[in-house]
Every structure is written in structure tokens, then in C-alpha cells.
């Protein structure tokens, strides 16, 4: 029994003094990072702030940030880039939704994170409406091939003051409620103009995004039970006929069509008193609109304010994605900073005070100020939730909508027509899912 304890006792020194020699042995980082973002996180993830952090921990890396297009049409020459390359122009991306990435998940071209996922970034710690969608069955270890970096839920947004004016007392909870408070708005005069009632999203930015949104929100999914886009639905169908009213109306107009940030600064400047896009709009107008110039949070209160879409089946909830291309040169430096810089409480802080670009990991999340609109998207990420499409023709579909939409808006077709077009465009799309992937040997 003694010789086996000390046995015992030189198998645990020799474990110690091995794993001390591996800690001693680590070669501290150095080389170049190349991280490609979409252009605008630039300013809305404070991505100089996270450089220079960086580079002050790790003295022998220098951190090169490059952007990209951030409304689709860049990522298929990225990833055929690396496909006919074995290269990529960098380490490590940021940005991108699910439907835009979902090409690369299929053909295997991202390095998975599952093993990086412990401690404070466990599965269990991520917010599971924004995690739930970069999760992908197949193979232990292959689960997670991207990982949502920031996140948002489609809601309303309404300026306080202009409500008010208005006399519009209690925050709208119907669709008639709502086309009611646009048409009410729509009279009021700012500065000797008269405003816009209620902006939606028409362009590629949003408007899938919106219609899936009304469609959770009043039947749960727009699904089929075959896993369809469920063009058909009576929700989508009301919520197209709804956006169509308020044009006709005079109570909103289409600047989204050629704008895709028209009806965000429309409110910033305080000639919308409502839009209809990402949770984010809200903290962004109130910063703009703040009395206090430059102090973030405006401490006049939030002036914007949201509410959710009508039903209690869900909320839409979407995320931007962080992955590495199988091809990246350094893997460990891009870990690093997903780590160390992406996913820390001061980046998914900072962003969602400045700009309401939420954190998608819960601690991070309670770590920010007591906000009404902070509060809001709690409860919707608390509730039912679902996430985009994934279709490897995902990209396409969007754009498919957002045709057929501008054409029904401007009675060039009808609805049954609209609805049909969609129907067929989607009979002819690639709707191959990340789950269909055939993993690399």
C-alpha cells in the first residue's frame, strides 16, 4: 500500500512539474493579425479601442483591421477566394448574418470553436436566442462553426416626445393601433415640416427580417412543417398588406428603398416619430437626439423607446457572426482576440450603450446601466425566439423578397401575385442547410 501511494505521489509530480514545463514553454504571441469586419463595426464596435488594447497586452502582435461589404454581396467572392486560393486576406471575420455565412458552414470552410467554449464563454453562458443559431448538428466538435459576436431583435421604435405631442397615450399593441398612432404622427410639424408617421424597412437591409418577425410573432415560425419558407402564411400575408396601408395612407413612405438607413435617420434627426427595424435604432436616436451633446447615455432618459410586434408567438432575434476560414495563417492570434477583445464585457458593453448592438453572453448583458429599452429586448430574449434562415441560397431569398415587395408597394403587382412569384423563386433555390454539410476527413 505504501509503494503504491508513492507511486502515486511521483506520478503527481511529474504531471505537476510536466504541465509547469508546457505553462513555462508557451511562446508569448507575436506576428500579424489581420481581422476583416463589415464596414460599419469599425465605429460601432469601437474596433480601434479593441486593437490598441490588444496590441498593449501582446507587444510582439500588430493588429491590421480591414473591412468588407456588409449587405451580402461580398461573401461568396470571400469565400471563393479561399476555395481557388488556399489564402485569405485575413485571420479572422466579424460580421455577417447567418443567411449570408450559411455557404461556407456547408462546405466546410470554417475552423469550429467547439473546444474554445469553456468557463466564462461555456455554451451555457451565451444568451441561447442568439447561440441557438450558430449551433449546427453533426459530428462532437463541430457544432459551432461561427459564433454571434453582437445581437438585436426586430422590434418598433417611437420617439417619446412626439408621441406625446401627438396624444397618443398608451403604446400601441395592434396593428391597427399602431397605423392609428403613424396616421396621428403623421400630422404633427418639426421645425415647419411635417413628419413621417411610421418608416419601414422596404430595402435589403431589413425587410426579410421584418417579415419573419411578424410572422414569429403571430404563429410562432414562418416555417412550413417541411422546413419552407412559408410564403403563404396569413400573418406575412397581413403584414405585407399592412405595410402597404400605411403608404397608401400618407402615413410612411418608402425612402428604404434606395435608402437602407432612411428611416434610421429619419428618426435620429426627429422627422420620423416611429420605425420598424432593429432594437438598435432606439439607443441610436436617443444619443442623437440628446439635449447633452456627447455625453453617452444621454442622461435625459431614453427619448426613443420600443415595443414589440403584435402576438405573443416570439420574437425574431439575429446576431452577427465571428468565424475563421479554414485557410487563416494564424488561428491562435484570432482566438486570442475573439476572446481577450470581441467577446469581453467592455467591447459588448460599449456597443450596446452607444449604439444598441446587444451582448450575446448573459454576463456581459447584466453588466449593463438600467435602460427601459435594455429591459425591453431582455424580455424578448428571454421569451420565444427564432433566428433567420439558413439556406445556402439564403442571400438570394432576401433579395427575392425585397423585389417582390418594392413591386407590390408600388402596384406594379398584386399580392396573389407577389405570393406566387415568391413561391416559385423559392422552388428554385438552393435550400441546402448547414446541417447537410459533409464534414472534411
Request: aromatic share 10%; glycine share 8%.
Amino acid at each position: 500500500m505504501k509503494k503504491l501511494y508513492c507511486l502515486l505521489v511521483v506520478l503527481f509530480t511529474l504531471s505537476a512539474i510536466s504541465s509547469t514545463s508546457l505553462t513555462l514553454a508557451q511562446e508569448p504571441l507575436s506576428g500579424t493579425l489581420t481581422i476583416s469586419v463589415e464596414a460599419w463595426m469599425v465605429e460601432k464596435y469601437n474596433m480601434p479601442e479593441l486593437e490598441a488594447r490588444f496590441e498593449a497586452d501582446h507587444p510582439d502582435v500588430d493588429v491590421v483591421v480591414i473591412t468588407h461589404e456588409g449587405l451580402g454581396a461580398s461573401y461568396l467572392n470571400i469565400f471563393l477566394e479561399w476555395a481557388q486560393s488556399g489564402q485569405s486576406s485575413a485571420d479572422l471575420y466579424f460580421g455577417g448574418l447567418v443567411s449570408q455565412i450559411a455557404p461556407a458552414i456547408i462546405d466546410d470552410q470554417l475552423i469550429p470553436w467547439d473546444d474554445m467554449l469553456t468557463d466564462e464563454i461555456a455554451p451555457d453562458k451565451w444568451i441561447s436566442a442568439f447561440l441557438d443559431s450558430a449551433y449546427v448538428d453533426g459530428a462532437e466538435g463541430t457544432n459551432y462553426p461561427t459564433l454571434p459576436g453582437l445581437g438585436e431583435t426586430m422590434n418598433f421604435q417611437y420617439n417619446v416626445g412626439l408621441f406625446e405631442q401627438a396624444g397618443i397615450s398608451a403604446v400601441p399593441t395592434t396593428y391597427e393601433e399602431i397605423q392609428a398612432a403613424a396616421c396621428s404622427l403623421a400630422n404633427l410639424e418639426v421645425n415647419g415640416q411635417k413628419i413621417t408617421g411610421l418608416e419601414m424597412e422596404y430595402g435589403l437591409n431589413f425587410a426579410p427580417d421584418a417579415w419573419m418577425a411578424a410572422v414569429i410573432a403571430a404563429e410562432g415560425t414562418y416555417l412550413t412543417p417541411e422546413g419552407q419558407i412559408n410564403w403563404d402564411s396569413p400573418a406575412g400575408k397581413q403584414w405585407i398588406e399592412f405595410q402597404k396601408s400605411i403608404v397608401d395612407a400618407g402615413c410612411g413612405s418608402t425612402t428604404t428603398f434606395t435608402d437602407n438607413n432612411g428611416a434610421r435617420n429619419a428618426l435620429k434627426a426627429g422627422q420620423a416619430g416611429m420605425i420598424n427595424a432593429s432594437n438598435s435604432r432606439s439607443n441610436e436616436g436617443t444619443n442623437a437626439l440628446c439635449p447633452e451633446q456627447g455625453q453617452v447615455p444621454c442622461p435625459s432618459g431614453e427619448l426613443i423607446q420600443m415595443f414589440s410586434y403584435p402576438g405573443d408567438g416570439g420574437s425574431m432575434a439575429f446576431s452577427h457572426q465571428i468565424y475563421i476560414p479554414r485557410v487563416s495563417a494564424n488561428v491562435d492570434l484570432a482566438r486570442a482576440f475573439v476572446r481577450e477583445q470581441l467577446l469581453s464585457e467592455y467591447a459588448q458593453t460599449w456597443t450596446a450603450i452607444n449604439f444598441g448592438k446587444m451582448p450575446t453572453i448573459w454576463a456581459n448583458y447584466d453588466a449593463l446601466p438600467e435602460n427601459p429599452n435594455f429591459a425591453q429586448v431582455r424580455t424578448e430574449l428571454e421569451g420565444p425566439a427564432m433566428g433567420q434562415w439558413q439556406f445556402r441560397d439564403g442571400q438570394f431569398l432576401r433579395q427575392a423578397y425585397v423585389d417582390e415587395l418594392q413591386l407590390y408597394l408600388t402596384d406594379n403587382e398584386s399580392l396573389d401575385e407577389m405570393i406566387a412569384n415568391l413561391n416559385a423563386t423559392m422552388q428554385e433555390a438552393d435550400l441546402t442547410l448547414p446541417a447537410d454539410r459533409v464534414l472534411s476527413q
